[in-house]
Structures are given as structure tokens and as C-alpha cells.
């Protein structure tokens, strides 16, 4: 099982460019774009690579600052969210990272923050070193859709990271429409899994089709009996009608077959889910798989209904892209 450096981590990075993250304005960041920040890979260094600008750096960094105040970025979250936990990654940043940093929030239903808007700290501000990763708990179930993110008085970052919970209006949602309930745009999330040495559990529910087989859900090689699996809760509870299990990119690596249990939980700690998901009724009973493609099940769909988690189980070991889930809101 894949370690965390913090309890958080768990929880879906709502600052990922993958989920349209992105910076409406900066301050400054003429050493390097503000929208580095947002890459879901781990910054990297170049060494010996200059632009027009300076040294080229993978992340935000502002000029030196020669007069009062701090610089800043707002930014639009791909999803909104309540926030567990941020990272604030200073990697490869040595003698020009910002001594401090901050994290403000605000929730906009439609459009975009002005000079009205009223912001609400949810990081004080923090003392940063250099090269280093900076993990904080934030204790706030609010939903947030932008943040403005301050470093003082200027510098760079390499990485922002933002675990939380996605929120969704599920009120105009329409009963009768078919949507993906496991998509993280949708609200989401994977809560465990048996394995995840090549790549995150959570890359399954990312919106579009994986960009290589590092952007899916990837375990190293079973020497033990068994099989491995992941546990998924979805955005709101419906009525699965249609499952896509994609191995795009999975050539010598994906799983031979695949089934998926599913219950109606109330309650529990993901945990005692985890422990419950053994004993899961089965909505999809075991299917071979294919290199490369996806898969597109609905007539082997066994009527539940509804239902609120899902268990991906995977024969014995391998990689998987995507996984979707669509079906209509529990009435």
C-alpha cells in the first residue's frame, strides 16, 4: 500500500490542472507561470536550462521584490470543494523560495471573484523552508470554488496542493439524466484500495481518458494469491445502467478480468468500508478484459438499486485508466 506523508493526501487534490484548475490573474510570475503550480506530476529540475527571463523553474516564481507588499494568485478550482489538508511543495527551490505563504477562499455559484468579493482565511500564514514539502490540516467543511494563494513577500513554489472533498448542487440535477457518478467532477472519490505502486487510485475517476500509463490506476505485480481491488464512493446515490472499464495504454499490464460489488452505506469510517466491501452484493459479475480499449457493460449490469459505493475488484493484478459509472439519482 502506498504511504501518505499526511492523512490528507487521501482525499482528491482539488487544485489538479487535470480537473481545470487554473489561474484567473497573479501578481507577478515572470520567472516562472503561475499554472505550474496545478501540474499533477512532481516538480523537476533542469539543470543548465535558461529562458529569456532567467533560470527556468517548475513552478510560480515572481521577480525580487523592491517595494512593499506580497504577491499572489488567484485561482478558479477545477471542482468546488471543502479542503482537509493543502501541500504547499517548495521543491528544487532553494535560495528564492517565499519565507511564508497563506491561503484565503471563497464561494461563488456562477462566475468569477471581483473587487468585492470577501475572502475568508483558511491558512494563516505559514513559515516555508526551501526544497521542501509543507503539509497543514485545515479543519473546515465549507465548500470553496476559489482561492487566493499569498506568498510573502515573493518567490517560488513549485507545487499547490489542495485535498478535499468535492461539492456538487445535486438540486438541478435531473432525475431522469444518465450521469457518471464516480467521475471526480461529479463528486467522486477513491476511499481505498489493495494496491497502488505505479499509479494513484484516484487517477480512475479523472475526467477525459488517461494521457499515458502513468494518468491511471496501476498495481505492481501479485506473487500472493488473491487479487487487487479499489473501493470507490460515489458523488450521490443512484441506479448504475451503464459501466465503462477502460485499460487504455495497459498493453502488457492490464488485468485479465474484472467484477464490481456494490452497497448502500449509511455511515462508517472508510475503514470499517473497507472492511465491509468483502461482503458487498455484485453488480457486475466477472468479465474479461482487453489490452488498450474500453469496455462498455449494460446489458450484464445486475439491477440493485440504489446503491452509494463500488468495489472495482481486478483479476489477478494490472493497470486500469478509467472507470465510469452511469446511472440516473436515487430518488
Given at each position: 500500500?502506498?504511504?501518505?506523508?499526511a492523512?490528507?493526501?487521501?482525499?482528491?487534490?482539488?487544485?489538479?490542472?487535470?480537473?481545470g484548475?487554473?489561474?484567473?490573474?497573479?501578481?507577478?510570475?515572470?520567472?516562472?507561470?503561475?499554472?505550474?503550480?496545478?501540474?499533477?506530476?512532481?516538480?523537476?529540475?533542469k539543470?543548465?536550462?535558461?529562458?529569456?527571463?532567467?533560470?527556468?523553474?517548475?513552478?510560480w516564481?515572481?521577480?525580487?521584490?523592491?517595494?512593499?507588499?506580497?504577491?499572489?494568485?488567484?485561482?478558479?478550482?477545477?471542482?468546488?470543494?471543502?479542503?482537509?489538508g493543502?501541500?504547499?511543495d517548495?521543491?528544487?527551490?532553494?535560495?528564492?523560495?517565499p519565507?511564508?505563504?497563506?491561503?484565503?477562499?471563497?464561494?461563488?455559484?456562477?462566475?468569477?471573484?471581483?473587487?468585492?468579493?470577501?475572502?475568508?482565511e483558511?491558512?494563516?500564514?505559514?513559515?516555508?523552508?526551501?526544497n521542501?514539502?509543507?503539509?497543514?490540516?485545515?479543519?473546515?467543511?465549507?465548500?470553496w470554488?476559489?482561492?487566493?494563494?499569498?506568498?510573502?513577500p515573493?518567490?517560488?513554489?513549485?507545487?499547490?496542493?489542495v485535498?478535499?472533498?468535492?461539492?456538487?448542487?445535486?438540486?438541478?440535477?435531473?432525475?431522469?439524466?444518465?450521469?457518471?457518478?464516480?467521475?471526480?467532477?461529479?463528486?467522486?472519490?477513491?476511499?481505498?484500495?489493495?494496491?497502488?505502486?505505479?499509479?494513484?487510485?484516484?487517477?480512475?475517476?479523472?475526467?477525459?481518458?488517461?494521457?499515458?500509463?502513468?494518468?491511471?490506476?496501476?498495481t505492481?505485480?501479485?506473487?500472493?494469491?488473491?487479487?487487487d481491488?479499489?473501493?470507490?464512493?460515489?458523488?450521490?446515490?443512484?441506479?448504475?445502467?451503464?459501466?465503462v472499464?477502460?485499460?487504455?495504454?495497459?498493453?502488457?499490464?492490464?488485468?485479465?478480468?474484472c467484477?464490481?460489488?456494490?452497497?448502500?452505506?449509511?455511515?462508517?469510517?472508510d475503514?470499517?468500508?473497507?472492511?465491509?466491501?468483502?461482503?458487498?452484493?455484485?453488480?457486475?459479475?466477472?468479465?474479461?478484459?482487453?489490452?488498450?480499449?474500453?469496455?462498455?457493460?449494460a446489458?450484464?449490469?445486475?439491477?440493485?438499486?440504489?446503491?452509494?459505493?463500488?468495489?472495482?475488484?481486478?483479476?489477478?493484478?494490472?493497470?486500469?485508466?478509467?472507470?465510469?459509472?452511469?446511472?440516473?439519482?436515487?430518488?
Amino acid at each position: 500500500m502506498k504511504t501518505y506523508a499526511a492523512p490528507f493526501e487521501k482525499y482528491l487534490n482539488l487544485a489538479d490542472a487535470r480537473l481545470g484548475t487554473k489561474a484567473l490573474s497573479v501578481t507577478d510570475d515572470w520567472f516562472a507561470d503561475v499554472n505550474r503550480l496545478f501540474q499533477p506530476t512532481p516538480a523537476v529540475w533542469k539543470e543548465g536550462v535558461f529562458d529569456d527571463n532567467g533560470k527556468w523553474m517548475d513552478g510560480w516564481e515572481s521577480r525580487r521584490k523592491r517595494f512593499e507588499g506580497y504577491d499572489s494568485a488567484v485561482i478558479r478550482l477545477g471542482i468546488a470543494g471543502s479542503i482537509k489538508g493543502v501541500d504547499i511543495d517548495t521543491s528544487h527551490f532553494t535560495g528564492n523560495y517565499p519565507p511564508s505563504a497563506s491561503l484565503e477562499a471563497c464561494f461563488i455559484a456562477e462566475g468569477d471573484p471581483d473587487d468585492a468579493t470577501e475572502w475568508t482565511e483558511v491558512l494563516p500564514a505559514v513559515e516555508l523552508q526551501g526544497n521542501s514539502h509543507h503539509y497543514h490540516a485545515v479543519a473546515d467543511d465549507r465548500p470553496w470554488t476559489h482561492l487566493r494563494f499569498n506568498i510573502y513577500p515573493d518567490g517560488g513554489v513549485a507545487r499547490l496542493r489542495v485535498y478535499g472533498i468535492p461539492h456538487r448542487d445535486w438540486s438541478a440535477q435531473s432525475a431522469d439524466e444518465q450521469i457518471d457518478l464516480a467521475s471526480a467532477l461529479n463528486g467522486g472519490r477513491a476511499l481505498a484500495c489493495s494496491d497502488e505502486h505505479y499509479g494513484s487510485m484516484g487517477n480512475l475517476l479523472n475526467p477525459g481518458r488517461g494521457v499515458n500509463m502513468g494518468d491511471g490506476w496501476e498495481t505492481a505485480r501479485r506473487r500472493t494469491p488473491g487479487n487487487d481491488w479499489v473501493i470507490i464512493a460515489l458523488g450521490h446515490p443512484g441506479e448504475i445502467e451503464r459501466i465503462v472499464v477502460d485499460t487504455l495504454h495497459f498493453k502488457g499490464n492490464y488485468p485479465d478480468s474484472c467484477s464490481i460489488q456494490a452497497a448502500f452505506v449509511k455511515g462508517g469510517t472508510d475503514s470499517q468500508i473497507e472492511t465491509q466491501s468483502l461482503f458487498w452484493r455484485e453488480l457486475l459479475p466477472s468479465q474479461k478484459l482487453q489490452m488498450h480499449q474500453e469496455h462498455e457493460f449494460a446489458e450484464q449490469i445486475v439491477k440493485l438499486g440504489p446503491i452509494t459505493h463500488v468495489r472495482l475488484n481486478v483479476f489477478p493484478d494490472g493497470g486500469v485508466s478509467r472507470l465510469r459509472l452511469f446511472g440516473k439519482l436515487a430518488k
